[in-house]
């Protein structure tokens, strides 16, 4: 199905007979997101493998209203373009065939940065009483699959969604996933997860489900439930309760997930699994199970409020001879999980991860837009050959977003970050992030 033609074409054409659609161009939205973005990953030891690159993104957002009736009708544009600033081949430099692109860029036939990449993506909507049905570009943010924005462009999926809030304090989603497009790319590639997603012989799917529901249960207490299953690798439920409580001059924020995931399809044989569609993880030599989903993965993180202060402390236990599964194309991806942060995610099979985090408004103090936030994870007993092993990595983000004026809302962010321990590379990055949106609409 080709959802990048077929919603506009539906949504034009029942819009064409609406003529007064008043209603499709009074509400109309668009605005131009610009962001300047620099990253720099130095990897301590590793020699030469330092990623440097630096970009301009432009993000045109257009959103429209709905024709009048019954029946509403709309479309929705998202337009992304990336130009490349900087870059070079010591600093982005990727065989094509361990990767998809460099840390910010597409790679060319040189292996080269791309000097720009860009997308077009169009959303058909329809939506009746308090429901809505969408066909196109979609961008979820939910337990099973949630896009990413990390870098200079955001990654986006193409597929349909459902969503409804007909019954009071409950809302249903539901829906269907086939391709992903990366946050360095322009085309749309198949989805997979971490063990089959090389990007040259890896195996993919094109058929992710996914449904589920949010109850609030009175004004602090919010209920989840999902499932997400992608065609040959894995199935998955997901339970989370949100709930805030009022103690004393602050509030308490608890933040409980459970995730049950276990094989589907062709990963839960040996045949299929011969033929690349295997999760990563640990087995023991000889298991017949090797590279099949088996992941229990449950968290708690804790967030009390005072004033101007916000303390957090979490913890997360990743039970399974698999790591956690999640929609992962190998070009960068987000797994719902509080320990996915600025360069680890803590999800190896057997890993156990502490977490603490400060954050600080300092609004209080005579600087409104000025945020800061301080992280630290320790993640333990990582199942690996050679015995078990451990990671840590360390956060600290400064945000500044200026409060009025002709440039209102333009945003600074510093972020660094640095990694360490003996499951995977020792990694120092730093981020610099110039953001604003302007409304044209």
């Given at each position: 199905m080709n959802y990048q033609s077929l919603p506009l074409a539906i949504a034009l054409g029942l819009i064409a007979q609406q003529a007064g659609a008043a209603g499709f161009v009074e509400d109309s939205k668009a605005t131009l997101g610009l962001r300047n973005f620099y990253i720099n990953q130095d990897?301590?030891?590793q020699d030469a493998n330092t990623q440097e690159e630096w970009g301009q993104g432009f993000q045109f957002n257009y959103t429209s209203g709905y024709t009048e009736g019954t029946v509403g009708v709309g479309v929705d544009a998202l337009g992304l373009l990336g130009v490349k600033l900087d870059s070079g081949k010591g600093r982005h430099y990727n065989p094509d065939s361990n990767k998809y692109s460099g840390t910010v860029f597409p790679t060319d036939s040189d292996g080269r940065?791309?000097?720009?990449f860009s997308s077009l993506g169009?959303?058909?909507k329809v939506r009746l009483s308090k429901t809505e049905a969408r066909l196109g570009t979609l961008q979820p943010k939910l337990p099973v699959?949630?896009?990413?924005d990390g870098r200079l462009l955001p990654q986006t999926f193409e597929g349909g969604q459902i969503t409804s809030s007909e019954i009071d304090n409950l809302t249903l989603i539901g829906g269907q996933l086939e391709h992903a497009k990366g946050r360095s790319s322009s085309s749309n590639e198949g989805l997979s997860i971490g063990g089959a997603n090389n990007a040259k012989t890896g195996q993919f799917s094109n058929q992710f489900r996914f449904a589920g529901g949010d109850y609030k249960i009175g004004k602090d207490l919010l209920a989840q439930y999902y499932y997400g299953n992608l065609e040959d690798f894995y199935q998955q439920h997901f339970l989370g309760l949100t709930h805030n409580w009022a103690i004393g001059p602050g509030a308490l924020k608890s933040d409980l997930r459970y995730f049950h995931s276990s094989s589907d399809?062709?990963?839960?044989?040996?045949?299929?699994r011969a033929e690349g569609y295997k999760s990563s993880g640990y087995w023991e030599a000889g298991d017949a199970n090797r590279g099949e989903v088996d992941n229990d993965t449950w968290s708690a993180l804790f967030t009390y409020t005072l004033g101007s202060h916000a303390l957090s402390a979490g913890y997360q236990q990743v039970e399974g001879d698999s790591a956690f599964p999640f929609l992962n194309q190998g070009?960068?991806?987000t797994a719902y999980l509080i320990t996915d942060r600025q360069i680890g995610k803590f999800l190896s099979s057997g890993e156990r991860t502490w977490l603490a985090e400060y954050a600080y408004d300092f609004s209080k103090v005579g600087v409104p837009g000025l945020k800061a936030v301080a992280t630290y994870l320790s993640g333990d007993n990582i199942q690996a050959a050679g015995g078990e092993q451990k990671e840590w990595e360390r956060d600290f983000r400064l945000d500044y977003a200026l409060q009025d004026g002709p440039l209102k809302g333009l945003g600074f962010s510093w972020r660094n970050a640095s990694l360490r321990g003996n499951a995977a590379a020792d990694q120092d990055e730093n981020r610099l992030i110039i953001s604003y949106s302007l409304p044209l609409l």
């Open positions: 990897t301590r030891n940065a791309e000097d720009q169009l959303t058909g699959v949630t896009f990413n399809g062709k990963n839960g044989n040996a045949a299929g070009d960068g991806a």
